[in-house]
């Protein structure tokens, strides 16, 4: 398969190298209030997918027509109505879900992540390219999300996927996994606190990883530059 | 001849970071066998798993970190900090809170921040308040003093609850809190939060026996303990005078104003001085040299906001004592109030 290399590029850049949870450090605030499980991380994760994708495309194909002064509110403007589609489509078909990560689906307008991308790459690359940027940005936030959702979850309750029925359907409640049985919740790692200390081992985690890759990479040699004395007097 | 040029200060003092530490760890023997007199063996049993867990954890980080094992382990920093935690825990409080509380203290707080000398918060009270926010139940779970008690609570009993909730009678945590007469009982600042908000006034809510006829049976000789510790280690120029004269002079002043506005909802002064870790806070937590304020005008503004929080949480907060926050929140004020508060140097304006 020939994949082209922008496409390799923005895959790695979304998933890795450039990732809005843990190294470009945007939408922190949905990021560590909602993490609290793994299927909280999940609705809230898909939705914030499926507005960056759609909001990317979007100001992708108006890019030509936007004046550059006014560009910001718009963009928050194509945002909103996505925002909006998605708040209103979970209140139908996944209820539960919808309450129990309250203000902050309405939040994922003001998360950065989102904003930044419509000004950095979508605005200026066409459609195609900026919503695979999306897709991948979306999927990088996602993971981390789940990440995070995941180990706040085991050590909070000993379980993972809580709940998944709120959002898959009944069908999801057998997906519930207890891994050990807690006489009582560990508090700090549901409330907000964990969820920075949690986060900050997530980033130290993903340094040391880097720092590993870097030292196995054979080394660049210098190039030494010869100089050669030219003698114009012999 | 050479003359070698130092910066200030010219002064030095020669006394290396474990001669300090293991002066501060003799200061809290007085108040650590108070505890045992009164409330028996639980503490000392938290503060000996909280040192093997301190000093495993410390080891492993030094290790990762690649420091040097030797000097750093056993310069008594990590131990100090086991000590203060394990004093500070409820007394019945099951093994894996002090486990989890230095492995907090140690790792995350001192070490992740950059070991000895660089952490923002003091180790021991911010594991306390991680334990207390995380665990409400075990960390409420006070152990009234043995005169008090129901049961007969031995040594191998305590260890026993400790490890497996229950004594080797089968009795529960929940049934060796219990009084005589068959209620639950609390620490004396409990006691008088609780019975404050039921609409009582603060000399009818005294009249309990886990008061006593002063200010809380064991209690007041435990703080009066730690007051004693801590006037060795000013004695000894370990710790300077000014925090924690600052400190219980600013809650004396609260205290007194407050029970004179109103004396049925405001406990006395003598009252706030001699309960809860009041006195361990003043001479052993606040005058922390890395995590508090350094200069002598920082050091008053520290101590006395540190005062002023202890009675406004007592007073008005939903938790009975607040040595453990107010010292939180005093840390995060430091690096601010030291900025304000630098000495001039000579010479400049």
């Known amino acids: ?234 | 001849m050479a003359y070698w040029i130092a910066s200030s200060p010219h002064d030095h003092q020669q006394s290396k970071t474990s001669a300090l530490m293991r002066l501060v760890i003799y200061a809290t023997i007085p108040g650590i066998f108070a505890q045992w007199y009164f409330f028996g063996w639980g503490n000392l049993i938290h503060i000996s798993i909280a040192i093997t867990t301190a000093l495993v954890s410390e080891f492993f980080i030094l290790s990762l970190r690649e420091k040097n094992i030797r000097s750093q382990l056993f310069d008594g920093s990590a131990i100090l900090t086991a000590i203060l935690l394990g004093i500070s825990l409820p007394a019945l409080a099951p093994w894996w809170i002090s486990v989890l509380g230095s492995l907090f203290a140690i790792a995350i707080v001192k070490q992740l921040y950059g070991g000895l000398g660089h952490n923002v918060f003091n180790p021991a009270m911010a594991a306390y308040v991680m334990l207390l926010i995380s665990f409400p139940v075990q960390m409420t779970s006070w152990q009234p003093p043995l005169s008090l008690m129901a049961l007969e609570l031995d040594f191998y009993n305590t260890v026993s609850v400790i490890f497996t909730h229950y004594t080797q009678q089968g009795y529960s945590v929940e049934q060796l809190q219990m009084h005589v007469d068959g209620f639950t009982m609390a620490t004396p600042l409990d006691t008088l939060k609780t019975s404050i908000t039921l609409g009582k006034t603060v000399e009818e809510s005294l009249q309990t026996p886990v008061i006593g006829e002063h200010f809380g049976v064991g209690w007041q000789w435990i703080n009066a303990a730690f007051l004693a510790g801590g006037l060795l280690l000013i004695a000894k120029r370990a710790i300077s005078w000014i925090t924690p004269v600052t400190f219980l002079f600013t809650l004396f002043v609260c205290t007194f104003i407050a029970f004179l506005l109103s004396p049925d909802t405001n406990a006395s002064t003598m009252f706030h001085w001699l309960n809860g870790a009041t006195m361990l806070g003043a001479f052993f937590i606040l005058t922390d040299p890395v995590s508090g304020a350094t200069s002598t005008k920082g050091r008053i503004i520290f101590a006395a906001l540190a005062g002023f929080l202890v009675f406004v949480i007592r007073k008005f907060g939903g938790y009975p004592d607040a040595v453990a926050f107010s010292v939180l929140l005093c840390n995060m004020a430091a690096p601010l109030i030291d900025q304000y508060t630098r000495p001039r140097t000579y010479g400049h304006k």
């Open chain 1, 1 to 234: 398969m020939n994949i082209p290399q922008e496409y390799k590029e923005l895959t790695w850049q979304g998933l890795w190298k450039n990732n809005p949870g843990l190294v470009q450090l945007l939408g922190l605030c949905p990021l560590l209030a909602v993490t609290s499980t793994v299927v909280n991380a999940l609705g809230l994760g898909l939705a914030t997918l499926f507005v960056l994708m759609c909001s990317n495309a979007t100001v992708s194909l108006i890019q030509k027509w936007v004046p550059k002064e006014i560009r910001i509110p718009i963009f928050v403007l194509i945002i909103a109505a996505f925002v909006t589609c998605v708040q209103l489509l979970m209140n139908a078909f996944a209820f539960s879900l919808y309450e129990s990560l309250g203000i902050f689906l309405p939040l994922i307008v003001t998360n950065c992540a989102i904003i930044g991308r419509a000004e950095a790459y979508a605005s200026k690359n066409p459609v195609k390219q900026a919503s695979f940027d999306g897709f991948m940005m979306g999927m990088g936030f996602l993971f981390v999300l789940l990440a995070l959702g995941a180990v706040r979850e085991v050590l909070g309750q000993g379980t993972l996927f809580d709940g998944a029925d709120l959002l898959l359907g009944q069908w999801a409640s057998n997906l519930r996994i207890e891994i050990f049985a807690l006489d009582n919740q560990f508090l700090l790692a549901i409330l907000p606190p964990g969820a920075f200390i949690a986060m900050g081992f997530l980033i130290a985690a993903k340094n040391v990883i880097d720092t590993k890759i870097a030292e196995k990479q054979p080394k660049v040699q210098d190039e030494h530059i010869e100089r050669v004395r030219v003698n114009f007097d012999s």
